[in-house]
Every structure is written in structure tokens, then in C-alpha cells.
């Protein structure tokens, strides 16, 4: 089983699908554990590569006393994309799956594809869930497990599918009161609402019409109000729809993201096409050696020059290659830019683009317009490259 350690604590996590498809990562509900998400991972390991983990204080995942906090939990998902190596993947989160999510977008934007926000809020009532936190610390999960099936699923599916009802109530029983405890007191202290604002992600919200614990009216409705471009879709269920309607579930998820993944497959293509002029110009030796230094810090950057610098700009009819190569000689030693310089320079004359004749031309152009100082270091950077290719 994978785990991975975050300051001391050891969280569980687990992956289905193909390693080269969109990263999706599901967080469960308090009071669950990854189990929550069974009936619906079938339904998104065609189209998604499935991360799960078990929230902190909850299935295999270590439970330490103590109250947790938003910043923690959302540090732990981080530190479970890291472990994945997966830096960038959309969000999904049941409750507090969802709370969880909402965090993570706010303090690490740029590892955030998308969210898809199921049954949840910015904002709870803070005196409820101490007192929730109070009886689970001094009598145990029994003394709130009826409870907690009331605000878990609706009255007609209790009726009709009591199993899932009582394998939920048996997970609930299972888990560390110090785990429940704990993300409890990250539930009473949240209040995102003032920065809903600020989430760039794309959003979807989900609700359930039958839903007790985080009703569309005060809850899914103000994070689809505030968080920009926000859509909202409500399905026939309580507060766990993927346990009520997986499938129901896994096919709003699929349509929302379906566009993200029409996205990644148009930025795939212009970066293909990057790609071939830049290899055109820089050649693939240069080129392999770039993509092997590729870093999750990194990877977006060399990705989107590729789609822009490379094939917007460079892929042009307007001006052919050789022309362009001149023109990026002649800019960038007159801004001192000698690293680019002495790239260009190379690729340049080892790929044939131009001469030595024309580069010395280019050179004393850019010394009447640039400044004699400038072009004196650009003769001896170039000076320097034609002797390593001789």
C-alpha cells in the first residue's frame, strides 16, 4: 500500500487508470474514508488517472490527537500530488473532500486543474460542530452515529439500500475518535467565504436535492455565487452522492471536466507543432536535453513557450526561419541576452540557417544600433561558439 509521511503523519493513497491520462484526485467526507469513492472510480478510469487518498484522521491514514486545520489537510493532499509526482490535477472533494479542495486552490493555484465541489460549504456552524466535536471526545462515534446516517443519506435511499447504509455506519464506528475530532475543529474554524473571490480554478458545484447537512439554499449556493464562473448542478440524493448515485455522480464529473480535457488535447496539439520548429531550429539534441530537465517546477513553463514562443510566434508564414534566426541574433546581444545569444548562434550555423559571413553582417548592423560596446561582446560570444564547433 502507498503511504507517504507529512510531518510525522502517514497518509494513505491509492491510484487506478492509465499514468498518461488527466490527473483527478477524489478527497472523502469526514466520517469516510477512500471506500466512499468505489461505485464511482469505474466510471472515470477511461477518461482519468484516479488519485485517492484516505483525509488525515481517517482510514489508513494516521490519526494524531489534537485539531487539525484546512492548511493541514490541504498540505496533505499537496503532499500526496507530490508523491504521485503529479503537479497539476483537478479537484474533487465530497464535504469535507470539498473544503479540503476549495483550500488547495487557494493556496497552490498552479496545481489545481479544476474543481468539482460535492456537497459542501465555506462556512459552518461553528458552536454545532464543537458540540459535535465535544460528544465524540468524551462518549465516542456510537454516541453521533445515528446521526450521522440521517445527514448522510436521505430517508428513501436509508429505506431502500440499508447494506450501504450500515457498512457506512460500520467505516464511521471503525475510524480514530481523535481523527474525527480533529477534522471536526477544521470544519468549526473554516471560513472561506470571504475568499471564494480569489479561487481561479474552473468550479462545478454539486448538490444534492435531498441533502440535510449542506443544502443547496445557504451552502452551494453562495460558493456558486462567489466563486468566479462558477457552474452549479444538483443530483437526486442526500449529502453522498457517490454513494447514493455513483454513476449519477461520476457523469456530472465527466461532462464538467470533458472540457478541461478538450483544453488539454488542443494544448497538446500546439505543442506538438511547437515542438517540430523547434527542433527544426534548434535541433533535437538541444531539444531532448530540455525536455530531460524538465521539473514539476518548471514543466509549464517549457510547455507553454513551446505552444507560444514556438508555434505562434516561429511557426508564422510571415517570415521564414533564416530570417527569424537573424533577427533573435540581432536582439539578443543587443539586450545582453547571452545565453539565447550563444544558443541561437550555434543552432544557427550548425544548422545551416545562416553563415558566418551573415552572422558577422548581423553583428556590425547591431553595433551601429545598439552600441559598439555591445557588439564588441557579441563578436567574442560568437567568436567563442564558432571555436567549440571547429
Known amino acids: 500500500m502507498p503511504f507517504v509521511s507529512r510531518d510525522g503523519v502517514r497518509l494513505y493513497w491509492r491510484v487506478d487508470g492509465e499514468a498518461d491520462r488527466p490527473a483527478l484526485l477524489l478527497l472523502n467526507a469526514i466520517g469516510c474514508d477512500m471506500s466512499l469513492w468505489d461505485g464511482v472510480v469505474p466510471h472515470l478510469m ?128 471503525a ?57 452549479a448542478v444538483a443530483l437526486d440524493t442526500g449529502h453522498l452522492p457517490s454513494l447514493e448515485a455513483p454513476a449519477g455522480l461520476a457523469g456530472a464529473i465527466v461532462d464538467f471536466l470533458a472540457g478541461n480535457a478538450a483544453a488539454d488535447e488542443a494544448r497538446a496539439t500546439l505543442f506538438d507543432a511547437g515542438l ?42 510571415g517570415l521564414d526561419h533564416r530570417t527569424r534566426r537573424l533577427l533573435v541574433v540581432a536582439m539578443t546581444a543587443s539586450l545582453g541576452r547571452w545565453e539565447e545569444f550563444r544558443l541561437h548562434v550555434r543552432s544557427g550555423l550548425e544548422q545551416g540557417g545562416f553563415t558566418r559571413d551573415e552572422l558577422k553582417e548581423v553583428l556590425l548592423q547591431t553595433a551601429i544600433y545598439a552600441g559598439v560596446p555591445i557588439a564588441n561582446t557579441a563578436f567574442a560570444e560568437a567568436a567563442a561558439v564558432i571555436a567549440g564547433i571547429d
Open 175 to 231: 475510524m480514530s475518535p481523535d481523527g474525527y475530532a480533529g477534522c471536526g475543529a477544521a470544519i468549526r474554524d473554516m471560513d472561506l467565504s470571504a475568499r471564494l473571490s480569489g479561487i481561479g480554478a474552473r468550479a462545478l458545484v454539486i448538490s444534492g436535492d435531498r441533502d440535510v447537512s449542506t443544502p443547496f439554499e445557504g451552502h452551494g449556493d453562495r460558493i456558486a455565487a462567489a466563486v468566479p464562473g462558477a457552474r
Open 46 to 173: 477511461s477518461r482519468f488517472r484516479v488519485l485517492r487518498m484516505d483525509v488525515r484522521g481517517h482510514g489508513a491514514s494516521d490519526a494524531p490527537a489534537g485539531d487539525y486545520s484546512l492548511d493541514d489537510l490541504a498540505a496533505d493532499a499537496l503532499a500526496v500530488l507530490d508523491a504521485a509526482a503529479t503537479p497539476r490535477a483537478a479537484i474533487c472533494g465530497v464535504s469535507l473532500g470539498g473544503m479540503i479542495a476549495m483550500t488547495l486552490a487557494l493556496k497552490a493555484p498552479a496545481r489545481v486543474e479544476a474543481l468539482v465541489l460535492v456537497c459542501t460549504s465555506a462556512q459552518m456552524d461553528p458552536a454545532a460542530w464543537q458540540a459535535r466535536i465535544d460528544t465524540v471526545r468524551g462518549q465516542g462515534l456510537s454516541a453521533i452515529a445515528d446521526l450521522a446516517m440521517e445527514r448522510f443519506f436521505s430517508e428513501r435511499f436509508r429505506h431502500q439500500t440499508p447494506g450501504v447504509v450500515a457498512s457506512a455506519r460500520t467505516r464511521l464506528l
Open 276 to 317: 517540430a520548429v523547434r527542433r527544426e531550429v534548434l535541433g533535437d539534441a538541444w531539444v531532448d536535453r530540455a525536455l530531460a530537465a524538465r521539473t514539476p517546477f518548471n514543466a509549464d513553463f517549457q510547455a507553454m513557450i513551446t505552444r507560444y514562443a514556438w508555434n505562434e510566434v516561429w511557426g508564422r508564414p
